[in-house]
């Protein structure tokens, strides 16, 4: 009988075309825009991750209080005891320290006076040490325009921008300008040994990269820092490890009233990640459920007309003796069949779709030049994950049977002889 | 004596028309044995589809009792009305009403796939009865292949193939050419014969007219005439 319903179908173009056509296009796009969106919360949670907030952070009371002020004067002391102790309770996480700070980039010419001026957006990690992975976390070296990485104290790298806005060259000179952990004024003078353009516009405007140890100097915060970051030695974001490891580590501080104690968040609590996740999680499923129900209402028409058109069909096999109800139940067969073509082909031609978007990926970057601080990869790209096999096929195969479903309830309404009575032509 | 597998009795059969009612059956009674070569005949609008319809399962009577194979048709559910029809009844229609999309062998075998005999069982069964129609050759072809005289010989092999008791056999000619309508009665007739299968036409064709045993006249819903025919005209 399958084979016999098989048949039909592949003659009968009128009749497995259209829906194939249809189902096709749905699970492409269905696979297509939810690789599309785990690809940019992937993006975007390493992005945050790997520039700000680690897989977890920690940094003082009142540090976190006010961190978006980069407030140095309530940063972490004793941080190397700290961090010893980190990695001793927790192994399996890469600790790093880092200091953000804000200030004033003067470029002085031959006789010492102002060339040109322009607010610092500076980010002192760790450069030199041997064991050091954050210049690569950082993807650093490929996001150079031009120059190297600081090879030694003293040097710097400087957003692309702004060397172009400030006419730098490398191995120009340029001077600090900011203020110490007491309050001091402070100065330093940095020779620039490259520029650089990570594509990520919260990271780019007025960027000044420096080592730990030259900030831990220039802002007199020897064995401070501004926040402590830990990663996964894996790479990769997991919130119920990482929430674990915050509520150990907070344990041991909750009897203190100290305001510089260490507090650590995860990343989920960090700007405002965990609605944007929640968001984004239920952004596929409201997308998933538009297509299956958009795709079951065409479907239903495309049935209903096939439908009508093979009442003659019908007809004859209620007179050679097929029930309604085994009719009805070779329809939904025929669409479970139908639906399984237009799915597969679906889903290969979105999974291939989606595997060419994570490979190449789709350059947006002219659209943020300018914007927000959030930090958003500039370049869209997919991800392929296993549930994309399935996130397509079922609801391509969904839709067709609810469309020949309801369809097909026609037959049920229809007296026999009304439906006999098309043959007498 | 042969036992009756068709009773009809007080069948009226009543069609909502607007407001009002239209009897497109008044008050039938009749009887068919086992073998008979028979027709109902009348003009149109008398009510010969109607009857037909009726012992065919596809309809059931207003009031009365249409008894078939010994089921009484008012009270089989959809189910047991199909599988009457898959296992006794064979229909073959004005228009040979072929599925375009499969072969010749494959319409005649659907009958056998509801049945869900064997590939071999099958097989046997159709190209036998394509040979009693004489299309064993044909047994590839697509329907749109055919003249109207094969496609009308399908249909009948359709109806054979499973060796039904009774063929319900509706104005079967009046699409066809003199030569075609007498090819295919002929066979009927032969078929009747040779399996014993009770065949019940209905009709106005003066030429199944002259092969049947019997005519029952029927006229505005009611039976004028039941006429019982010698046995000579089979040539
Ligand atoms: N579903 C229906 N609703 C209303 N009236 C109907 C219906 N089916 C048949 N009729 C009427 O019942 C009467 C008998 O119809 P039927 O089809 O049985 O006639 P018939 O003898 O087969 O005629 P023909 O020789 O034209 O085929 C006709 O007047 C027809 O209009
Ligand atoms: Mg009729």
């Keep these: 009988m399958i084979k016999f319903l098989f048949k039909g179908i592949l003659r009968d173009k009128s009749r497995s075309l259209s829906p194939i056509i249809v189902i096709t296009i749905g699970v492409v796009l269905t696979v297509m825009l939810s690789g599309l969106l785990k690809g940019m919360l992937t993006d975007m949670i390493d992005q945050n991750a790997w520039f700000e907030t680690g897989h977890v952070k920690v940094m003082s009371r009142e540090y976190a209080k006010n961190k978006d002020q980069l407030p140095n004067d309530l940063a972490l002391l004793g941080v190397d005891t700290l961090m010893q102790s980190l990695q001793k309770e927790f192994p399996f996480m890469n600790w790093v320290k880092r200091i953000r700070f804000g200030g004033l980039i003067d470029v002085p010419d031959a006789q010492g006076n102002s060339k040109g001026q322009g607010p610092a957006s500076g980010m002192a990690i760790d450069l030199f040490s041997p064991h050091s992975v954050e210049a690569r976390r950082l993807n650093i070296a490929k996001s150079l325009v031009t120059g190297s990485v600081p090879s030694k104290k003293g040097e710097s790298i400087i957003g692309n921008e702004f060397a172009e806005k400030l006419h730098l060259k490398l191995g120009d000179e340029i001077t600090y300008i900011g203020s110490t952990m007491n309050g001091e004024m402070s100065f330093k003078n940095f020779r620039v040994s490259g520029t650089i353009r990570f594509g990520v516009a919260a990271m780019d405007k007025g960027a000044v990269i420096i080592d730990i140890t030259d900030a831990q100097e220039m802002l007199d915060m020897s064995d401070g820092a501004g926040e402590l970051l830990g990663f996964f030695n894996s790479g990769i ?108 082909i679906g889903s290969v031609i979105g999974l291939a779709g989606t595997w060419y978007m994570q490979v190449h990926g789709l350059d947006l970057s002219g659209f943020l030049k300018n914007a927000t601080s959030m930090m958003m990869p500039s370049i869209l790209r997919s991800q392929l994950s296993p549930e994309l096999i399935y996130i397509g096929f079922i609801p391509g195969l969904l839709a067709m049977v609810l469309g020949n479903m309801l369809s097909g309830i026609g037959i049920y309404k229809r007296e026999t002889a009304t439906l006999f009575k098309e043959l007498e032509v | 004596m042969k036992e009756n597998i068709i009773t009809i009795e007080h069948v009226t059969k009543r069609y909502p028309v607007g407001e009002g009612e239209f009897t497109a059956l008044n008050d039938v009674n009749i009887q068919f044995r086992k073998g008979e070569f028979a027709g109902i005949v009348g003009p149109s609008g008398s009510g010969k589809t109607t009857l037909l319809n009726i012992i065919g399962s596809l309809d059931s009577p207003t009031e009365g009792k249409a008894v078939v194979m010994g089921k009484n048709i008012s009270e089989l559910n959809h189910k047991d009305s199909a599988l009457l029809r898959n296992l006794h009844l064979g229909f073959i229609f004005q228009v040979y009403n072929l599925l375009p999309v499969y072969t010749v062998f494959e319409n005649v075998e659907f009958a056998l796939l509801l049945q869900n005999k064997t590939v071999t069982e099958r097989k046997k069964a159709v190209m036998e009865s394509l040979e009693w129609v004489g299309l064993g050759k044909m047994a590839n072809k697509k329907p749109s292949k055919l003249s109207g005289g094969e496609g009308q010989r399908v249909a009948i092999a359709r109806a054979m193939v499973k060796r039904p008791e009774i063929v319900l056999a509706d104005e079967p000619t009046a699409n066809l050419d003199s030569a075609n309508a007498h090819a295919i009665l002929k066979t009927m007739k032969t078929l009747n014969k040779e399996l014993n299968t009770t065949f019940l036409f209905s009709t106005h064709d003066e030429k199944v007219m002259g092969y049947l045993e019997r005519m029952v006249h029927l006229e505005d819903g009611k039976v004028k005439q039941d006429e019982i025919i010698e046995a000579k005209k089979t040539e």
């Design chain 1, 237 to 344: 974001y997991n919130d119920k490890k990482a929430q674990l490891v915050t509520e150990e580590f907070n344990e041991h501080y909750v009897q203190s009233d100290d305001n510089f104690a260490p507090i650590m968040f995860r990343l989920k609590e960090q700007n405002n990640l965990s609605g944007y996740l929640d968001f984004v999680n239920s952004m596929s499923t409201i997308l998933v459920s538009i297509f299956v129900f958009a795709m079951s209402i065409v479907l239903w028409n495309t049935g209903l007309l096939g439908g009508l058109r093979r009442y003659y069909e019908f007809g004859i096999r209620l007179a050679l003796g097929e029930s309604k109800g085994h009719i009805y139940r070779s329809l939904i067969l025929e669409a479970i069949l139908i639906g399984t073509i237009g799915s597969i």
